[in-house]
């Protein structure tokens, strides 16, 4: 589908200087709709409006210049490409035409003209001064300006070249077009349309939708159908990219939608209350007492009281860049990047504003502070970095790839994986996978780990000297509870292939160490195996053990269960213990026994063996148990495990 090339144009300016008669006079449609907004003759909510301007679309979002209603404009200049500040020639530069010019500054509305209007009630001399004031205006906020515009309303000057300039701003536009493919738009308007049920509309942020699509209704995250889309009062089937755009919803009723709500491409926006900002500029709202101040967040169409918490304590009455967080008093969501608006907790003044640094942050407390090197990342690094640091943050809580991708300003989950992917290539993060669980792991944390396992292992062998580790089905045990628990096994695994262990007998040792037994405990040990040796087919129980006494009798038992893990002794039964050289022995004359004779009892079993039932009728069960003879009725052959 090729679309004609696009623009949202918002206006800005002071109540009374013309603004929606401007918007009149370029579209033919009166943006003010509201029969109160007729009656008074001015704006109070947002007004919009279309006009096809050579071969290119515009759309016009119309705000209110009066002090009270900022917050519909703020809703309105959240989405637009390109401002219009309008000021009139008899008038020049008025409260709001600052608070607005600061406005759009804080946004980031990289391209504004200044259209003077009432030219018809002034002369251009006149005019001139009126420039130099706006231009006064824009070089302390740092705005540039692309052109300045005189017009009449009333005779139609300038109305021409402003229309010209706006279709060469909508070609431009193509080349500067929001490249991430998923679809967001935040919510200005919801209504019922008899019949149709709940619609909506906004400004398309970026990304494409088509009819019957399911996308997610945010904050609250339910899934909704889109039945219908039209933009400026035509159906179509399928929407791409920066326009102003209708959706008709599918299950969702009118209460449970309205501005400030967000439409997107499922899995990729996720609400939070703890947000990490940077503070691009901010006026005290008076002393500071505590350290939290109250303000009122607008960010996308939404608005949201939250608390702010500044890093540093400011040094002056205005801060200059700082990083702080957000502590919303509902959930909200925002990408990485996005531009905000603070006002004064009443709302009656526009305070300041920033950038979102970490759209899904964590309250920084005493024990987890700010993590001040990550911000840094997050505000001045390469999307690879941020996405590392992303990936950092999130810790052992597994976060997809889309997820990542709003994390990191990145545009899409295809691009996080990609990057993903290059940074394992770097050895700077790690994946770990279950089935339907996939986490990117720092490899920050998982040196941190190791070395953690390491010591805490280390420490098991002096606690523990007579066990040669820690047995294997234990190990995924000592991962950190905060692993999700199905990638324990998988995480477990990674370190045991680490280098930084070895397996004994399946038990978990640190690597390079040799069980360090002391004298004192190898020498009982030769003892115990050499009366286990001497008692051949009649082996001692524990209790009969020669070299045990009341004070090693612990000791003993200990060294017996490490002889058995290390195969030096067999466990046969419960209390019932073979030398191995002795049970070896034991297999092969069972085996040549039987091959002999065909099949034997177990009296013959006896005799072979020259013991008793007492240890014979448990030796024969474990022959049977691990299929070195058969049972048939009363005789035993030759099980597939025999030995040749
Ligand atoms: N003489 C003259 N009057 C104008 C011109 N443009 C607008 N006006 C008049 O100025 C008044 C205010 O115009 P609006 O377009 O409603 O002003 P606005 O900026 O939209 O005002 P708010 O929406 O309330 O902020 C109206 O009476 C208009 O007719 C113009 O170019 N020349
Ligand atoms: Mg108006």
Known sequence: MSEAPALVVGTAGHIDHGKSRLVYRLTGTDPDRLPEEKARGMTIDLG????????????????????????????????????????????????????????????????????????????????????EEVRLLFG???????????????????????KSLLARLAREQTQRRDARPWFRMPIDRAFVVAGRGTVVTGSVTHGAVACEETLELWPGGQRVRVRDLQSHHSAREAAAGRMRLAINLAGVGQEEVHRGCTLATPGYLEPARYLDVWVARLRMPGKMRRQELRLRLHVATSEVLVGLRLLEKPAADVVQGQFAQLRAAEPIVASWGERFILRDESGSRTLGGGRVLRPVGRLWTARHPAHVEGLRVLLEGSPQTRLEEAIRAAHWQPV?????????????????????????????????????????????????????????????????????????????????????????????????QSGRTTLVHDHVAPAGEKAAMSADDQGLLERVLAEFDAGAFQPPGLEALKCRTPRNQKRVRELVDLAVVRGELVRVA?????????????????????????????????????????????????????????????????GPKAPA
């Not at 991708?405 to 050895?427: I, N, P, S, T, Y």
């Not at 944390?445 to 292992?457: E, V």
């Open 400 to 496: 997809d790839e889309k997820r990542l991708a709003v994390l990191a300003g990145l545009d899409d989950e295809k691009a996080a994986a990609d990057g993903c992917r290059r940074l394992m290539g770097a050895g700077k993060i790690r994946v770990l996978e279950a089935a339907s669980v996939r986490l990117y792991i720092h490899n920050s944390h998982l040196q941190a780990l190791a070395d953690d396992l390491t010591r805490r292992l280390k420490q098991y062998m002096v606690d523990n000297p007579r066990q040669p580790g820690v047995p294997r089905s234990q190990w995924p045990g000592w991962m950190p509870g905060a692993c999700p628990a199905r990638l324990r096994p998988a995480l477990a695994e990674w370190y045991l």
């Open 48 to 131: 919009f409006a279309h006009a096809a301007i050579d071969g290119c679309d515009v759309w016009f979002v119309d705000v209110p210049g009066h002090e009270r209603f900022i917050r519909n404009m703020l809703a309105g200049a959240t989405g637009i490409d390109v401002a219009l500040l309008v000021v009139a020639a008899d008038d020049s530069v008025m409260p709001q035409t600052r608070e607005h010019a600061e406005v759009l500054s804080l946004l980031g509305v990289e391209r504004c003209a200044v259209v003077l209007t009432k030219m018809d009630l002034v002369d251009d001399e006149w005019a001139d001064q009126v420039e």
């Open 574 to 638: 419960d209390g019932l213990w073979l030398h191995r050289r002795r049970w070896d022995e034991l297999t092969q004359r069972v085996a040549a026994a039987i091959r002999a004779r065909g099949q034997l009892a177990v009296a013959d079993i006896r005799t072979l063996l020259d013991s008793s039932r007492k240890f014979v009728v448990p030796i024969v069960e474990r022959l049977d148990a691990q299929e070195i003879t058969r049972r048939t009725g009363d005789f035993r052959t030759l």
């Open 140 to 162: 302390g906020l740092g705005l540039e300006t692309l052109a300045f515009v005189r017009t009449s309303a009333e005779t139609g000057r300038g109305l021409d070249e402003l």
